[in-house]
T-cell receptor
Framework: GNSVTQMEGPVTLSEEAFLTINCTYT??????LFWYVQYPGEGLQLLLK?????DKGSNKGFEATYRKETTSFHLEKGSVQVSDSAVYFC???????????FGQGTELSVKP | SQTIHQWPATLVQPVGSPLSLECTVE??????LYWYRQAAGRGLQLLFY??????ISSEVPQNLSASRPQDRQFILSSKKLLLSDSGFYLC????????????FGQGTRLTVV
């Protein structure tokens, strides 16, 4: 069946460090790919998205590129801030059938 | 604008009792609807999803069921709750197109005692 795997956390970084959170998905069909973020005490919200191969989604300094050849959608940010501390979820949406699944989440903690 | 309502916010139920959680969406038609469970410190587990009235897909075999009696209403049910059903349940909707995001309800914290 369809599945998504993302890097286990927690990830602890110092402010201004480089961030990568890995995400790979099963390639049944041609999913759209999303990253959601959940800040402490808040609900899930969309961070960025990409809907076809080689597309790059970006928002708030975060980027992720749809890599069809490696079935990956890794999240990156060049310089993290304390305010980026949150849980990040990779989520492929399988167009045929309308299934939206989430990875297990990666908790990021940024220290000043 | 579109809104999603999920209730109740918290619920404490004894083992063996029935469950009914309701989710409604306003301001759109024929949305995709989803039920997830989020365990503490873990990700969102997809339980059920629906692309139309009466169309329910189940992801995880368990003692829960879902129904969509109206276009914008999604109900999560159980005839007899288990202790393991405790958790945080989230309802979500999307337009069902490849490039649209999902929007989440506020969630229901269910504790089975």
């Amino acid at each position: 069946g369809n599945s998504v795997t993302q890097m286990e956390g927690p990830v602890t970084l110092s402010e201004e460090a480089f961030l990568t959170i890995n995400c790979t998905y099963t390639a049944t069909g041609y999913p759209s790919l999303f990253w959601y973020v959940q800040y402490p005490g808040e609900g899930l919200q969309l961070l960025l998205k990409a809907t076809k191969a080689d597309d790059k989604g970006s928002n708030k300094g975060f980027e992720a590129t749809y890599r069809k050849e490696t079935t990956s959608f890794h999240l990156e940010k060049g310089s993290v801030q304390v305010s980026d501390s949150a849980v990040y979820f990779c989520a492929p949406y399988y167009n045929q059938g309308g299934k939206l699944i989430f990875g297990q989440g990666t908790e990021l903690s940024v220290k000043p | 604008s579109q809104t999603i309502h999920q209730w109740p916010a918290t619920l404490v139920q004894p083992v063996g009792s029935p469950l009914s959680l309701e989710c409604t969406v306003e301001g759109t038609s024929n949305p995709n609807l989803y039920w997830y469970r989020q365990a503490a410190g873990r990700g969102l587990q997809l339980l059920f999803y629906s692309v139309g009235i009466g169309q329910i897909s189940s992801e995880v075999p368990q003692n829960l069921s879902a129904s969509r009696p109206q276009d914008r209403q999604f109900i999560l049910s159980s005839k007899k709750l288990l202790l393991s059903d405790s958790g945080f349940y989230l309802c979500a909707w999307s337009w069902g197109q490849a490039n649209t995001e999902a929007f989440f309800g506020q969630g229901t914290r269910l504790t089975v005692v």
